[in-house]
């Protein structure tokens, strides 16, 4: 389960059996946990996350794309 990105209190990671899905990535904050899919940017799971959080998230991941796209392509073609 590679972290490929933090930011505050957000760890930003894919699990090693996700080859199969679509570009996504997993989001977590002590038991706060979310899902967006990448390209475009939208949630897919919320499990606790307040709405405005959900969207500091969402801004996150949007500045951070092209990074978390790279990294998908480097773990799961490689």
């Given at each position: ?12 990671f ?14 977590e ?22 709405p ?27």
């Open positions: 389960m590679p972290t490929i990105l933090r930011v505050g209190p957000y760890r930003f894919f699990y090693a059996n996700d080859r199969t899905e679509p570009i996504h990535v997993h989001i904050r002590e038991a706060y946990k979310a899902k967006f899919w990448v390209a475009p940017v939208r949630l897919a799971v919320n499990r606790g996350f307040r405005a959080e959900i969207r500091s998230v969402q801004r996150i991941i949007r500045e951070h794309e092209r990074l978390i796209v790279e990294k998908w392509h480097e773990y799961f073609d490689a």
